[in-house]
Each structure stands twice: as structure tokens, then as C-alpha cells.
């Protein structure tokens, strides 16, 4: 059964403070994905990922950054979280083999809340 | 730019009564449709696909969605919907040309006993 794992499904930082999110896949997929969800916007597009080291920015790339050192992981890093980052964090991978096109598997989310 | 429309935000609907979510997109170009469905508290999951060949696509638990490329729609169909089924339905839409996925809004749909 494929699987993408999220390291916390519910986190509460403080203004400032650094934080770190990691998502795992098991599939081998070469791309990865971190989007956040808000209420009425869908989900939008913070990074992606084709390949180890590789990043590419998405739609919202400000207040970000990620790494992607290994194949299987891929990490999302708040600075200096802020308030308006208080969101629900998705993590998604997907493979560009041919029987399977761009269809994504994602992770549970993580639920970050920042006071 | 490309876009998805989801042109209801909530769709209240009886058990056992059908159901139909709408989901335009706008691109002048090949694409590739997805609906996604997101249970509560967890993450999203792929309901069915429309990659190419027949406009009528079949997915899990039943649903079905048709293609339409002269109206540009991607709509969800079920005849008969389930308590269970309350959740968030995303459309999401990919040029064949390889580039990000562009996920409407999201409609929630709530079924009542």
C-alpha cells in the first residue's frame, strides 16, 4: 500500500520561532509537493520537487523554503513563522511513469496553529 | 492562466438522493481532470482521472465524472449517495504538457440522514 507520511498531524509554534515540517513517501516517486489549505482557497502550491536537490517555487513560495537531500524526503522550513501561517500543511508526491501520470498520493497534513 | 471553477462551495443533499458536483476549468489546450475527495482530517485521495479516450470516466465507490471539452466541464456524478460520503470534493486540472496541478476550490458536500 503506498504511503506518504507527515511527521505531525497537529503542531503549535510560536511567532519567530523556526519551523521545520518533513513528509516521506515509500513509492520511489521523483516529484514531491508541499501545499497548504485554507478554507475557500483550495489548495494552493508553496514548493515542488523533481528531483533530489532540486526545488522549484510554487504559486505562495514567501516565508518558505524546503530540502530535498534524499529521494523519499522532502522538508518544509517556516523561518520565522508568522500568524498568517497558521494553516493545514499537505504533502503529495507523484511519479512521471507513464501508467501512472501526475496522479498524486498525498500525506494525512499536518495542522499547524501559530500564536 | 489557467483555472478551476467549482461553482458550488456546498452542496447539502439527502441519503440514498443523487448528486452532482460542477467543476469548470479554463485552458485552450489538452488537459488532464482529476477529483480528489478529502475525508475529514485527512488528507486527499484520487476519486478518478480522465487522461484520455472515453469522456465518461468511472472511479471508486461508484462515482463518475464526464468530460466535456466544448463546455470545458469535468462534472461528479452519483446516483445514490451514502452518509459517508460528507467530504470535500476537489477538481483539479493538468495541461498534458508537463506543469503543475491546479485544484479548484473544493465543494463540500453533506450528506443528511
Known amino acids: 500500500d503506498v504511503k506518504v507520511t507527515q511527521s505531525s498531524r497537529y503542531l503549535v509554534k510560536r511567532t519567530g520561532e523556526k519551523v521545520f515540517l518533513e513528509c516521506v513517501q515509500d513509492?520511489?516517486?521523483?516529484?514531491m509537493f508541499w501545499y497548504r489549505q485554507d478554507p475557500g482557497l483550495g489548495l494552493r502550491l508553496i514548493y515542488f520537487?523533481?528531483?533530489?536537490?532540486?526545488?522549484e517555487k510554487g504559486d505562495i513560495p514567501e516565508g518558505y523554503s524546503v530540502s530535498r537531500e534524499k529521494k523519499e524526503r522532502f522538508s518544509l522550513i517556516l523561518e520565522s513563522a508568522s500568524t498568517n501561517q497558521t494553516s493545514m500543511y499537505l504533502c503529495?508526491?507523484?511519479?512521471?511513469?507513464?501508467?501512472?501520470?501526475?496522479?498524486?498520493?498525498f500525506g494525512p497534513g499536518t495542522r499547524l496553529t501559530v500564536t | 492562466a489557467q483555472s478551476v471553477t467549482q461553482l458550488d462551495s456546498q452542496v447539502p443533499v439527502f441519503e440514498e438522493a443523487p448528486v452532482e458536483l460542477r467543476c469548470n476549468y479554463s485552458?485552450?489546450?489538452?488537459?488532464?481532470l482529476f477529483w480528489y475527495v478529502q475525508y475529514p482530517n485527512q488528507g486527499l485521495q484520487l476519486l478518478l482521472k480522465?487522461?484520455?479516450?472515453?469522456?465518461l470516466v468511472k472511479g471508486i465507490n461508484g462515482f463518475e465524472a464526464e468530460f466535456n471539452k466544448s463546455q470545458t466541464s469535468f462534472h461528479l456524478r452519483k446516483p445514490s449517495v451514502h452518509i459517508s460520503y460528507t467530504a470535500e470534493y476537489f477538481c483539479?486540472?493538468?495541461?498534458?504538457?508537463?506543469?503543475?496541478?491546479?485544484f479548484g476550490p473544493g465543494t463540500s458536500l453533506s450528506v443528511i440522514p
Open positions: 513509492m520511489d516517486h521523483e516529484n
Open positions: 483539479a486540472v493538468l495541461k498534458t504538457s508537463y506543469d503543475k496541478v491546479i
Open positions: 485552458s485552450s489546450v489538452s488537459v488532464y
Open positions: 480522465y487522461l484520455s479516450g472515453s469522456t
Open positions: 503529495a508526491s507523484s511519479s512521471v511513469r507513464r501508467d501512472i501520470p501526475y496522479e498524486q498520493y
Open positions: 520537487s523533481y528531483d533530489v536537490k532540486m526545488k
